[in-house]
């Protein structure tokens, strides 16, 4: 026991074995009477010794030991002494309590004895008399009980013989359900006695209910009649014990062709968008009359569900795909009602109505899971309505491109690039703004299938952006007539073609294309990143996101090529006014000059056209002319240039074959002139670079010709009268006497009498046709 005791707390082996000593009265309960201990813990046990408890100690402990022995055990009589007596008080505390509450109850009952044996015969009084009542009323009872009895019988008989009345009056009235009811109420009394008591009232009931099985039938299989009430019909013809399993296939095919008429149609949209858009409306509206005739015809069809599934347990299946079909023919209605352009709160509308009919339907079935179904049919339905809406974006900026061509039908081709211009630059910058604030209410919109569909929306979204710039780039391409000859060298026959477009329409998409890469891309990617927040759904390999590096890219290659094609188009045209002038006289039987040609003014005319488009369409750039410089004088006109002005008054031709080998000499320490530059997005360099390159064209126009002198008086004389309004208006004058001055030489080179006119009378023709161009106009320059 010693050894059990071991592992215990001092003070709880002290408290233990003093509730021990104190509530054991008999200490020979004790099995160990005399053990023999060898230890010294052996002092807490039942059975201490002390004599043998000292010789363990003397002998096991030195003087020191015995002495510290001695001061704990001191210390340990000392609490267990306090211990003991505040046990005595405690329960000395619990004893005196004990005595106060048996005091108390002993004043409590004292008095009750006699109250309880009054009671005692008060109750036996009451049920002395209470028998006394019963023997006296039972046989009144008795007789009550058995009136009544007989008054129940009476009316379920009278009952019987009123039935086939009341199923005749409900016939009338039509009131099946009444009839059934009170048919089947009195069926146990027809089994039991309408072989012989009750025969007439049977049969005239059960003929009553031919006819309205008759009638039932008919309901159930009437276009007239509802969804519902055909589904009441043949839930009363079941009560009937009709057998309606064999009406099981009619009625499913009676309930398919309802749903065309349960199909959301324009008018159901019509009316509730007009509902939900209108809140005026519905102030003052019960709201019995606000339920459309939509939402009332689709909760017929529910109603309808829940009875079939009564009816035929086993109609589950037909029921879950009218149900999917009903849904898909829906959205299909969405779909097509987004194709006209609707804004995003008209879809939202029509998609709020079909997600109330899922919710309706997936109550009534929910075996159909049309939940996820709708959500499958939605993304079919949003992604192409924004498809649609990009499209649609697509087309404005196409009709606001187009008016270029009813401008130059209605003469107003200068006023009309200007508007068609800034109308297209507001069709790409506005219209993608609105298509982004379009989707950001489809985006905020809680409705429980958009919600599902957000983080694919976004990625339609980018996606469209990103699709809609290729498109728009590649109808800038179709707009400019590229498409057919893009990657090829610009022929005259195919600047015949191009004629086709107007190359103020060219220079215009030039311009939308620099503006597109320049300023609408850095605003709709802002816009984008503060609207379409939010994650993909795809990862990253598997979408196409919104790149605005790519589409910079590729409309600062268009911009580059359409400004190219616009100058090909216009130096193309220039270029067929010369062919048909150089090809059309006898050079080499040319009349001696008169009057600058008429070729000239038609020459101005086109470049006066083209001033007036890139006027309007491009910016002014900085003023760089280029003047010649004195130094020497490779680029000075035809009357400046001593050497040439030497050559070309000599009257004999061998003179003039001298005078080329000297002017091909002068040519090689002529100041080098940059002919052709970059193009720049400016008035001055597309200006200058057309009529470099009609002037070039013109120099080889003259090279595939042979004149008389006659006939390159005239080329000097038509040059000359050139090189005026040329110097003023192009940004660079060297290389326009440049050019000038090769266009004479080639002429001189070409020509077998190269004897120019004197300057005095080329002043006087030159003066002459401006004198009569300024009395034909007197408001041109």
């Known amino acids: 026991m010693a050894a059990d005791d071991a592992p215990l707390d001092d003070k709880a082996k002290r408290m233990r074995d003093l509730l021990s000593s104190f509530y054991a009265p008999d200490p020979s309960t004790s099995t160990n009477s005399s053990p023999k201990f060898t230890s010294l813990d052996a002092i807490n046990a039942s059975s201490f010794d002390a004599d043998q408890y000292m010789n363990l100690l003397v002998q096991r402990s030195n003087l020191e030991g015995l002495l510290q022995r001695h001061v704990e055990m001191a210390a340990e009589i000392k609490n267990l002494d306090t211990d003991l007596q505040m046990l005595v008080y405690e329960n000395y505390n619990k004893f005196i309590s004990a005595t106060d509450t048996i005091k108390r109850m002993n004043s409590n009952i004292v008095g009750m004895e006699t109250n309880m044996e009054q009671l005692l015969e008060k109750i036996k009084t009451v049920q002395s008399r209470s028998d006394g009542v019963n023997t006296s009323l039972f046989e009144k009872r008795e007789h009550i009980e058995k009136l009544h009895r007989t008054r129940t019988l009476l009316r379920k008989v009278q009952f019987i013989y009123d039935l086939p009345a009341r199923l005749g009056k409900c016939i009338k009235s039509e009131a099946y ?23 007439d009232c049977k049969r005239a009931s059960e003929e009553a209910i031919a006819i309205i099985i008759k009638n039932l039938q008919g309901m159930l299989f009437s276009d007239s009649e509802s969804i519902q009430a055909r589904a009441e019909a043949a839930v009363l013809l079941k009560q009937l014990d009709f057998p309606v399993d064999s009406l099981k296939v009619k009625l499913l095919e009676k309930l398919e062709q309802s749903l065309g008429d349960l199909q959301l149609k324009n008018d159901d949209i019509s009316d509730a968008l007009m509902g939900s858009n209108d ?54 209605t969405a779909e097509q009602y987004g194709k006209k352009w609707i804004h995003s709160a008209d879809l939202l509308g029509v998609l709020r109505i ?27 339905t949003v992604k192409n309505y924004a498809a649609g809406t990009f499209s649609h974006l697509l087309h404005n900026i196409s009709d606001a491109l187009t008016k270029v061509n009813a401008g130059q039908k209605e003469g107003m081709e200068e006023y009309s690039l200007q508007v068609v ?78 004629d086709k477009v ?84 006898n050079w080499v ?17 086109e ?79 597309v200006f200058t670079t057309i009529v470099k390159l009609s002037l070039k064209s013109l120099q080889e126009f003259v090279r595939l010709q042979t004149f008389n002198r006659s006939g390159f008086q005239q080329i000097q004389l038509d040059i000359q009268f050139l090189r005026t309004p040329l110097k003023e208006a192009v940004e660079d004058e060297a290389a ?46």
């Open 177 to 199: 359900a009444d009839a059934v009811r009170f048919y089947n109420g009195a069926m146990p009394i027809f089994k039991a006695y309408g072989d012989s008591s009750f025969q």
């Open 279 to 332: 809140p005026s409306k519905q102030e003052n509206v019960p709201e019995s009359v606000s339920i459309t005739a939509h939402e009332a015809s689709v909760r017929e069809f529910v109603e309808a569900i829940r009875a079939y599934r009564v009816i035929f347990p086993d109609s589950e299946t037909q029921l879950i795909k009218l149900a999917r079909d009903l849904v898909t023919k829906n959205f299909e």
């Open 354 to 380: 079909i997600w109330a009919d899922v919710l309706m339907m997936d109550e009534a079935l929910p075996e159909a899971l049309l939940s996820e179904f709708s959500l499958e049919a939605a993304q079919i």
């Open 421 to 498: 211009l800034e109308a297209s630059k507001k069709a790409v910058l506005q219209g993608s703004i609105d298509v982004l604030l379009d989707f950001r209410q489809l985006l905020d919109d809680e409705l429980g299938l958009l919600v599902k569909l957000r983080g694919l929306t976004i990625d339609w979204v980018q996606e469209g952006f990103q699709d809609f710039f290729r498109a728009l780039h590649d109808q800038f391409l179709l707009l400019s007539g590229r498409h057919n000859s893009c990657g090829q060298d610009q022929s005259l026959m195919e600047g015949t073609q191009g």
């Open 502 to 585: 107007l190359a103020g329409l060219v220079l215009v998409l030039a311009h939308l294309s620099v503006f597109v890469e320049q300023t609408a891309i850095p605003r709709i990617t802002e816009e984008i990143a503060a609207s379409l927040s939010g994650g993909s759904v795809r990862g990253y390999e598997n979408r196409t996101a919104f790149v605005p590096g790519e589409i910079c890219r590729i409309f600062r290659s268009a911009g580059d090529k359409l400004l190219h094609h616009y100058i090909n188009m216009r130096t193309q045209r220039i270029s067929v006014l010369l062919r048909k002038r150089f090809t059309a006289p």
């Open 589 to 605: 039987k040319h009349k001696e000059p008169r009057e600058v040609h008429m070729f000239v003014d038609l020459f101005l005319q």
């Open 607 to 685: 470049l006066e056209a083209v001033e007036n488009e890139v006027k309007q369409i491009l910016p002014q750039g900085i003023n760089r002319k280029h003047h010649r410089t004195g130094s020497n004088g490779s680029t000075n006109s035809s009357r400046s240039n001593p050497l040439r002005d030497d050559k070309l008054s000599r009257s004999n031709t061998q003179r003039a074959r001298s005078q080329l080998l000297e002017t091909h000499l002068a040519k090689l320490f002529k100041q080098k002139v940059e002919i052709f530059t970059k193009v720049e997005y400016t008035q001055e360099s």
């Open 736 to 781: 326009m006497d440049f050019l000038l001055d090769e266009v004479i030489v080639a002429a001189s080179e070409r020509c077998l009498d190269p004897n120019p006119l004197e300057p005095p009378i080329l002043d006087k023709l030159i003066q002459a046709k401006l004198a009569k161009k300024k009395e034909r106009s007197p408001t041109s320059p």
